[in-house]
């Protein structure tokens, strides 16, 4: 991965972060942005590789300052990862139209907007997209219902746009489980008790008896990246732990 540009979007934290630090010390240089910026500046000292921007992906103006800041950077892209993400922990009775929109515009919209800004970059370097939906996505669970339709959507928009972009762009997905990543007192606002609870019952009901990490996630998403697997795309592949069984 030496010399190649990543974009990861949702980068100051958890899975976007380990991300950022694999393909940083694969000799990338990686672009993370997200809405906080002490977080993405303290992410950027851990590795030369890694250049923070204050983007807010519910903003559809976003997805030209990522791609105007990069292509003035480094003059290229070779891969972009769609990892920010919203959710909410809440009943359908209660849910309000701002959340609704809210998951959709970062969830969906931006991944959007973003990969259709980076398409004459990505068809110049044969690069590839990848997407981060979630194994909720599969396996309805209560109080979840519009997160996990919104990364059902993400899934089919990644095969679809491996048909579309063919041969020139590769587009995958990767669908974590649970995993501690930070999401559960974060994008789902649960407090640190509620969240210790959700985290052990998740834990117990895996195959694998554990909730996985940050790092085993990211590994799938560098591998993925890298030139040796061309032969890839359009795929979905599930680092879940057991959670879909």
């Known amino acids: 991965m030496k010399d190649k540009v990543i974009i990861i979007t949702g980068g100051s934290s958890g899975i976007g972060k380990a991300a950022a630090l694999d393909f940083a010390k694969k000799g990338a240089q990686v672009l993370i942005t997200g809405r906080r910026e002490t977080a993405l500046n303290e992410v950027s000292t851990l590795n030369e590789n890694i250049h923070p921007l204050v983007a807010d992906s519910s903003d559809p103006s976003s997805a030209q300052l990522i791609i105007d800041t990069v292509i003035s950077k480094w003059g290229k892209i070779d891969v ?41 970059y990505l068809k110049k370097s044969n690069g590839n997209i990848i997407n981060i939906t979630s194994a909720v996505a599969h396996k309805p669970m209560v109080n979840l219902s519009h997160y996990g339709a919104s990364k059902l959507a993400l899934e089919y928009m990644t095969r679809t746009w491996a048909l579309e972009l063919a041969p020139d762009i590769r587009v995958n997905a990767i669908a974590p489980g649970p995993t501690y990543s930070g999401a559960l007192t974060g994008m789902m606002g649960l407090s640190e008790t509620q969240a210790s609870e959700v985290e052990k019952q998740e834990a117990a009901s895996l195959p694998l008896a554990r909730r996985g990490t940050p790092e085993e996630i990211s590994q799938w998403i560098v591998w ?12 979905v592949i599930g680092v879940d732990g057991g959670f879909g069984l």
């Open 80 to 120: 972009l990862v769609n990892n920010a993400g919203a959710g909410a922990n809440a009943a359908l009775e209660d849910v309000s139209e701002s959340k609704i929109s809210e998951i959709i515009a970062i969830n969906l919209v931006g991944p959007s907007l973003l990969s259709a800004a980076s398409l004459p």
């Open 224 to 235: 993925l990246a890298q030139p040796t697997n061309s032969w890839v795309t359009g795929q």
